[in-house]
């Protein structure tokens, strides 16, 4: 079974830390799908990036970067030189990609303050 | 510009009433879900549908109904016979259904028992 465990609950940082949310999956598939989206206040989730199980590159797209490590079935996201406006909470979400259609596993979600 | 409309933003239900969330995307998308969110939880998948009049149920969907008339719409309906409503119900929609594309979501919709 599919499994998605974000360890934080909430972090709080000040305006320019570095922040690290934890993202620990579990599926028996060889060929999955794994995504962060983003929930900020207004509560729509926003796609922030999705990488597939052959692709272990790390990525990194301004500010934000993402630790893909099948050995350790983990798919960590990072803020360098967080902002006040980086205040939401972060879900993770795992999908089998041979379920015959997207059904998305999240995890509970971690909740970043990040104060000015 | 192209996205997903949820609305009401806030419902309030009484004992016994069915409620009726709507749900329109102009992307043309052919997937649509529906999942419900409840504090300190992650999302959990109601129903889908992957194209007009046909759709399926997801991990939660006792208490719920939906229809799919319209690619562009589907609304859900949270019955009587759903005892626990209260929650932030998020629609969404994607391209396709294999697996790796992503969703759009909606704003979300607080329900909430009077």
């Known amino acids: 079974a599919q499994k998605v465990t974000q360890a934080q609950t909430e972090i709080s940082v000040v305006e320019k830390e570095d922040v690290t949310l934890d993202c620990v999956y579990e599926t028996r598939d060889t060929t999955y799908y794994l995504f962060w989206y983003k929930q900020p206040p207004s509560g729509e989730l926003v796609f922030l990036i999705r990488r597939n199980s052959f692709d272990e590159q790390n990525e990194i797209s301004g500010r934000y970067s993402w630790n893909f490590q099948k050995s350790t079935s983990s798919f960590n996201f990072t803020i360098t030189a967080s902002q006040v406006v980086d205040s939401a909470v972060y879900f993770c979400a795992l999908s089998e990609a041979n379920t015959g259609f997207q059904k998305l596993v999240f995890g509970t979600g971690t909740r970043l303050l990040v104060s000015p | 510009d192209g996205g997903i409309t949820q609305s009401p933003k806030y419902l309030f239900r009484k004992e016994g009433q069915n409620v009726t969330l709507s749900c329109e995307q102009n992307l043309n998308h052919d997937a649509m879900y529906w999942y419900r969110q409840d504090p300190g939880q992650g999302l959990r998948l109601i129903y889908y549908?992957?194209?007009?009049?046909?759709?399926q149920k997801g991990d939660i969907a006792e208490g719920y109904s939906v229809s799919r008339e319209k690619k562009e719409s589907f609304p859900l309906t949270v019955t009587s016979a759903q005892k626990n409503p209260t929650a932030f119900y998020l629609c969404?929609?994607?391209?396709?259904?294999?697996?790796?594309?992503?969703?759009?979501f909606g704003s979300g919709t607080q329900l909430s028992v009077l």
């Open positions: 969404a929609s994607s391209a396709r259904d294999d697996g790796g594309e992503k969703l759009f």
């Open positions: 549908s992957q194209i007009v009049n046909d759709f």
